[in-house]
């Protein structure tokens, strides 16, 4: 299995609701990443989670709340957004390995509005 | 800090043709990888093609290519036989094999059309 899986894939949400999406790799990877993309622009990184950790943010709103309960699954938890984080959020993960390229393998994305 | 300079917004290719999409960067680094990711209307971000720093052999993979001058921190990807399915949003990448971890650092992205 060489795929990285998002759900849901679109996602409407009001600016009071508690929402998460859902990020899933079975490459026994152990790097994993959030990032968000406006269209048309590269992707920025929000989150990475080294070995279940949480090793970088990005100075991501509170809004934000990520979860890593595997080394499987990542989490994004979202509360209170505001209608300007509506974009593609696109979940990655790489080996985390010294000889390896540590090559990101991105998901498919989750589009997100928020009304 | 690195930076990622992709000067081209747009191109179009005729179908069967050949094109160069260009990419500078800037690092103080001395070892580190370089990637060109594909975002086609899918929105997938596939990687076509990667180069390690130290290996002066240019990658290939199929119809891709890369043109990998390092003293000149340029890294330009050259598609071959230019299909309808090439239409895509091209990202150059960066990351730094050590000071970094996989953090990468992506260009601005060149639309690539490819025209029947």
């Known amino acids: 299995d060489t795929e990285v899986t998002q759900t849901p894939k679109h996602l409407v949400m009001g600016m009071t609701n508690k929402k998460s999406l859902k990020c899933e790799q079975h490459m026994g990877h152990r790097a994993m990443y959030w990032y968000k993309q406006k269209a048309k622009k590269p992707p920025e990184l929000m989150f990475v989670y080294s070995y279940e950790k949480l090793s970088i943010n990005e100075s991501v709103p509170s809004r934000f709340s990520p979860e890593c309960p595997n080394s499987s699954l990542l989490n994004l938890h979202l509360h209170a957004l505001q209608p300007e984080d509506s974009a593609l959020y696109l979940c990655?993960?790489?080996?985390?390995?010294?000889?390896?390229?540590?090559?990101?393998?991105f998901g498919p994305g989750t589009r997100l509005t928020v009304l | 800090a690195q930076t990622v300079t992709q000067s081209q917004p747009e191109m179009s290719v005729q179908e069967a043709e050949t094109v160069t999409l260009s990419c500078t960067y800037d690092t103080s680094e001395s070892n580190y990888y370089l990637f060109w990711y594909k975002q086609p209307p899918s929105r997938q971000m596939i990687l076509v093609i990667r180069?390690?720093?130290?290996?002066?052999q240019n990658a290939t993979e199929n119809r891709f290519s890369v043109n990998f001058q390092k003293a000149a921190k340029s890294f330009s990807l050259k598609i071959s036989d230019s299909q309808l399915g090439d239409t895509a949003m091209y990202f150059c990448a960066f990351m730094a094999r050590i000071t970094s971890g996989s953090r990468l650092t992506f260009g601005e992205g060149t639309q690539l059309t490819v025209n029947p």
């Open positions: 990655a993960s790489s080996p985390r390995d010294r000889s390896s390229y540590n090559e990101q393998f």
């Open positions: 180069q390690e720093a130290y290996k002066q």
